[in-house]
């Protein structure tokens, strides 16, 4: 049986993560997902870009929890994997085929965006306009802080990412631009 709404928030989030929100210039490539652990290959987190010894093309793999340094052979952080509605979705364990998700499996031909004007994303910390976006080099999460040169353990920054709106004062959603 369906039932009415009980609850209205207070305020509504910006739109759904992964998702491009505001027009302008775009960048992203295709990739082939190939995580360690698929369980980290959700829409919304970044992700880095496999060493191969040489420059990637695009559809090269990417790899959650080595990140590549900027003096080897790649090029590190690839992007946020974006775009959530042109996914296949293949349901969850506990709700079968049919359950919501946002984690792809490794294999699948995903998008990863490095430059856009607003991406929707999710920020385990408070966040605030102009903040810095860090990201996890194990499970592609990302965090926000004041300071640029801010150490936090397994993150590195995302050069170049900033905070553009929708200020929280907890973990919650957050719009960046990558330039």
Excluded: H
Excluded at 20 to 43: C, E, F, K, T, Y
Excluded at 103 to 125: F, K, Q
């Amino acid at each position: 049986m369906t039932t009415f709404q009980t609850a209205v928030l207070t305020q509504q989030s910006g739109g759904v993560v992964g998702d491009i929100m505001i027009n302008g210039p775009q960048r992203g490539q295709p990739v082939q997902l190939d995580s360690a652990d698929a369980v980290n290959n959700v829409i919304g987190r970044a992700m880095f870009l496999k060493s191969t010894g040489q420059q990637p093309n695009p559809g090269a793999a990417l790899v959650l929890g080595t990140p590549v340094a900027a003096d080897s052979a790649g090029v590190g952080f690839a992007g946020i994997l974006a775009n959530s509605k042109q996914y296949v979705s293949y349901g969850n364990e506990s709700d079968g085929p049919l359950g919501p998700t946002m984690t792809l499996p490794n294999d699948t031909t995903a998008e990863v965006i490095s430059m856009t004007s607003g991406i929707m994303v999710y920020s385990l910390t408070a966040a605030k306009i102009s903040d810095y976006v860090f990201a996890n080099t194990t499970t592609g999460e990302l965090t926000t802080n004041s300071d640029p040169e801010a150490v936090i353990d397994d993150n590195v920054l995302v050069i170049g990412a900033r905070v553009v709106r929708y200020s929280t004062t907890e973990a919650g959603s957050c719009l960046i631009s990558l330039t």
